[in-house]
């Protein structure tokens, strides 16, 4: 079965630095997505970015971007220049083949002004 | 941008009653799916429906659970009679085709008395 594993229960930084999430999972499939959702203390899931696991370029939306390691099936998420709307958890997310969402246990990540 | 919208976003019930929560995908999604998240534990699949019918199901969606696409805007799930166990933050998602990404509610906070 898959399984997505988050090992920091909670990180916080000072604004303006940067911070790296990890995440790592279990699959024995070949073709899959993975996610990173931001929820934050108002509790909306929000996608932050996507990757496709075909796909050897890491994905990158603004000041996000991931290192995805498919043979160490790793999926880091690094936030650079973080600002206090960052503050929220952060949830790694795996799509099956069936494409429902397996879910990490999510990391608490406070930015200190 | 459009959004995925839920009501009500607090409900507060008594064991044993039917509850109805509701979902508005995005309207030319194809594919809606719930997930609930108990309070300070991971996020869990409940279901996936597409084209008027359930394509996925988790082994949390027991008998006291069901979907429905009454009209061509609303995705609803009734909970038929609640336990104290119910009691969790319910996510209504929608995606466009299969392997795109799920667009989130903001959710609805459920309780049961």
């Known amino acids: 079965a898959q399984t997505v594993t988050q090992s920091q229960p909670e990180m916080s930084v000072q604004e303006a630095e940067t911070v790296t999430l990890s995440c790592t999972y279990d699959t024995s499939e070949n073709n899959y997505y993975l996610f990173w959702y931001k929820q934050p203390p108002s509790r909306q899931m929000i996608l932050v970015i996507r990757?496709?696991?075909?796909k050897q370029q890491n994905a990158t939306e603004n000041r996000f971007s991931v290192n995805f390691q498919k043979a160490a099936k790793s999926f880091s998420l690094k936030i650079s220049d973080s600002q206090l709307g960052d503050t929220a958890m952060y949830f790694c997310?795996?799509?099956?083949?069936?494409?429902?969402?397996?879910w990490g246990a999510g990391t608490k990540l406070i930015i200190k002004p | 941008e459009p959004e995925v919208t839920q009501t009500p976003s607090h409900q507060v019930t008594q064991m044993g009653q039917e509850v109805i929560l509701r979902c508005v995908p995005i309207?030319?999604?194809?594919?809606f799916y719930w997930y609930r998240q108990i309070l300070g534990q991971k996020v869990e699949f409940l279901v996936s429906?597409?084209?008027?019918?359930?394509?996925?199901k988790s082994e949390i969606f027991d008998d006291q659970f069901s979907v429905e696409r009454p009209d061509g805007s609303n995705f609803t799930l009734k909970i038929r009679s609640t336990k104290l166990e119910d009691s969790a933050m319910y996510f209504c998602a929608s995606s466009e085709v299969l392997g795109q990404p799920q667009h989130f509610g903001d959710g609805t906070r459920l309780s049961i008395l």
């Open positions: 429906f597409y084209n008027n019918e359930i394509s996925e």
């Open positions: 997310a795996f799509m099956k083949i069936n494409y429902q969402l397996i």
């Open positions: 309207s030319n999604h194809l594919y």
């Open positions: 990757q496709e696991a075909y």
